[in-house]
Nanobody
């Protein structure tokens, strides 16, 4: 069982930056790929980024590519997402998730992740 706790959300002006963190416990962290997803008001949960267990491979949604960067510190059991050049359309609840698998063709799918955090709100004002 993996427990995930996100932090770092908040209110920021367009063009600003935030760094989200997700602290994991309950299992060997490096055995899990980690993903970030978001749910905007009135929309479904969508993929943002994923990073494999050793941090050597990452994928990004086209909407955030070049602005968001995921990283992880396995010694601290924590995954991060640096968000720069934020836009109002980035407003959402952001969730981190853990998957015991790394299948590149499937890693963007919600169904690949077995464990989820409770989410943290990010609001970008125009």
């Amino acid at each position: 069982q993996v427990q995930l706790v996100e932090s770092g959300g908040g209110l920021v002006q367009a063009g600003g930056s935030l760094r989200l963190s997700c602290a994991a416990s309950g299992a060997t962290f490096s055995n899990f790929a980690m993903g970030w997803f978001r749910r905007a008001p009135g929309k479904g949960r969508e993929f943002v980024t994923a990073i494999n267990g050793n941090g050597g491979s990452r994928y990004y949604a086209d909407s955030v590519k070049g602005r968001f960067t995921s990283s992880r510190d396995n010694a601290k059991n924590t995954v991060y997402m640096q968000m720069n050049a934020l836009k109002p359309e980035d407003t959402a609840v952001y969730y981190c998730a853990a998957s015991p698998r790394w299948i590149p063709s499937r890693i963007r799918g919600i169904q690949e992740y077995d464990y989820w955090g409770q989410g943290t709100q990010v609001t970008v004002s125009s």
